[in-house]
Nanobody, 118 residues
Framework: VQLVESGGGSVQAGGSLRLSCAAY????????MGWYRQAPGKERELVAS???????NYAESVKGRLTISRDNAKNTLYLQMNSLKPEDTAVYYC?????????????WGQGTQVTVSS
């Protein structure tokens, strides 16, 4: 499985961005997917996750502002980011977990930079 992110960039506080993550290869093996982020000097943290059935989970700091979704027909994961804050500045990574029958492995994208200025 290969994951390719796009949609990062620079925006002012209060603005919006939409991240996309396209899955290639054995996408049929993917179960849960998620977005993580890592700010300079900090550990990587979970932003949001979505199960194959569509149930979602969010970090408290992003609830009500960021929305995760997936289009299984297009093998694509999205993160709609609204009301962005400077503290949202980080490299955002897409992740995918495969089914046990496919190895139960975690895959990561290359990351996309999001910079929010005040």
């Amino acid at each position: 499985v290969q994951l390719v992110e796009s949609g990062g960039g620079s925006v002012q506080a209060g603005g919006s961005l939409r991240l996309s993550c396209a899955a290639y290869g054995r996408a049929v093996c993917i179960s849960a997917m998620g977005w993580y982020r890592q700010a300079p000097g900090k550990e990587r943290e979970l932003v949001a996750s979505i199960a194959s059935g569509g149930s979602t989970n969010y970090a408290e700091s992003v609830k009500g502002r960021l929305t995760i979704s997936r289009d299984n027909a297009k093998n694509t994961l999205y993160l709609q980011m609204n009301s962005l804050k400077p503290e949202d500045t980080a490299v955002y990574y897409c992740s995918a977990h495969t089914l046990p029958v496919c190895g139960g492995t975690d895959y990561w994208g290359q990351g996309t930079q999001v910079t929010v200025s005040s």
